[in-house]
């Protein structure tokens, strides 16, 4: 009997711990813009259209400015996600999807921000 108590608080744990592996989300508030957990700076983009569902920025243009995934992701408001149109999820704030920019190479670079007046830093 304690036997089977024992192996039954273990499975129960062991199920209710992998219930916490899916992060709420994947960015943070650093020095008042998004950051990534690692640091890198997130951005939005004006062609999307916040609560759409969607990202207009695919293809070619997600080399430049790749999602910031969704995957295993269970968000909370402000936070969601969009499904990109290779089925993918991507997390959205404020219903705008995030991205990261490929020409920032460390934690705090801002290197996307403005770039031809339409990707901006995530500010809160």
Do not use: E
């Amino acid at each position: 009997m304690k036997r089977s108590l024992i192996l039954f608080s273990a499975i129960a744990t062991l199920v209710l711990s992998s219930a916490s592996f899916a992060q709420t989300t994947p960015v943070k508030k650093a020095d008042g813009i998004l950051v990534t957990s690692t640091g890198m700076t997130v951005y939005t983009f004006d062609k999307d259209v916040a609560d759409s569902g969607k990202s207009t920025c695919n293809g070619p243009c997600a080399i430049n400015w790749p999602p910031v995934s969704a995957k295993d992701v269970k968000p909370a408001a402000p936070y969601s996600s969009v499904t990109r149109d290779d089925g993918s999820a991507q997390l959205a704030y404020k219903g705008k999807p995030l991205y990261l920019f490929v020409a920032d190479k460390k934690a705090g670079d801002r290197n996307g921000d403005k770039v031809k007046d339409v990707w901006h830093v995530v500010k809160d």
